[in-house]
């Protein structure tokens, strides 16, 4: 098949794209700046593209930065929270209608290279507090890429069942190097390991490690990240 | 009702606007520069907003270019076809999914804002031959309006059941001049007369006189445009 991948250069995007590409399909990936700052992510992108030998797209969508409004991922008057996610925490990572606004640029990409589908790395583990991770979202979305252009596709979500565990378990299995993926929304240089999704890539390691013991965790985190003893002692969450 | 209105500078998005402001609403307008050759239009959106003393908000998705293909509104290798549009001519004119990107932006706009809608200016006139025109891909966009975030919204149709022509009469009515808005796709710095949307145009303009004599088209068509008389004449085909 002929897929468009969307890659941010996360874990969960960055093992989709590898992995479509080690079933034989042909991939193309596309990535968006849409004001995020952690922007760093995109770098990681298309050098994981560059690696993988698929075509990466990066559009600069800065200007959404005039619509968004109230999320710390592009908005620096607003903190970003540390710690392991809970409800409240995580409504402030939330960027308004970013998924819809993402999918569609892919399905534009994709109709444009006549692809069989579009792809993107939805997990079991996706907090349903995010409106735009919900079933019914994706339902809907799905009709909606079928119905925008006379050339039909369908939008798929090949990790839907597998948690971010079994995502790290998987590039270990395709032999796709994780150590060029970013998941950090702190906007430093190295993984900060106490944001929210510094603490979620963690564990996920971590607990793939506890099911293949050859697997471990390439991620240079700060100084100021706890030790992995710590979070586990503290069940992942923050101490001071 | 506070209300996000997409507003590309053309007649039926500006006098949507003025109808909406018209009638009491608090209403915010969002226009989106994608590539099209004919950016003209949004110095328009912006003039008028300004004069219906709304805000206007103008969000530069250029780099949405690298994803689009094949259209001649965003590509100068692809030709615009002149006179009255068929299906043929008229597939030229499509660039793809961009209404569902244009209305994922203005969702994301009213969740920033707390808008109780998005309206835009779809009217009985569009032309079903775009897919992203047709009822059935309507109805999916609202479900997904009210899905993709905790604050729920409603995107309106208000010009749904109206012609052209009856959106001319519309700003007669309110006084709303017309003059302040572009349709023209062919890039020039007057109206060309000949692309298939001048052509609607000048038949809104002309079956509206039919129905209000003080109606009078004020717009300034390039010397190659054919007559209004010659036009009638020939059913608002081009004979050259």
């Not at 409240?88 to 589908?117: C, F, G, H, Q, Y």
Request: hydrophobic share 40%; net charge negative; with cysteine.
């Amino acid at each position: 098949m002929k897929i468009v991948s969307l890659l941010s250069g996360g874990m969960d995007s960055s093992t989709l794209a590898a992995s479509l590409k080690h079933e034989g399909h042909e991939v193309s990936t596309i990535g968006v700046y849409y004001g995020q700052s952690h922007d760093r992510e995109l770098a990681f992108a298309e050098r994981s593209a560059a690696m993988l030998e698929i075509p990466f797209t990066n559009v600069n969508l800065s200007s959404l930065q005039a619509v968004f409004a109230g999320s710390c991922l592009t908005d620096k008057n607003v903190a970003l929270p540390e710690g392991r996610y809970d409800e409240e925490s995580m409504k402030a990572t939330v960027v308004p209608n970013r998924n819809m606004i993402l999918l569609s640029v892919a399905i534009a990409k994709a109709i444009s290279i006549k692809a069989d589908a579009v792809a993107y790395a939805a997990h079991a583990g996706d907090h349903t507090i995010y409106p735009d991770c919900r079933e019914s979202f994706a339902d809907i979305m799905n009709r909606a890429a079928k119905e925008c252009d006379w050339h039909k596709l369908d939008l798929v979500r090949p990790f839907i069942t597998q948690t971010k565990e079994d995502i790290v378990v998987r590039a270990h299995e395709i032999e796709f190097n994780l150590a060029n993926t970013w998941s950090c929304y702190a906007g430093g240089d190295v993984h900060c390991g106490r944001c929210g999704t510094c603490i979620e890539r963690r564990e996920a390691f971590h607990l793939a490690s506890l099911r293949i013991p050859d697997i471990v965790d390439p991620t240079q985190y700060s100084s100021k990240a706890p030790s992995i003893t710590e979070m586990v002692a503290n069940d992942w969450k923050l101490t001071d």
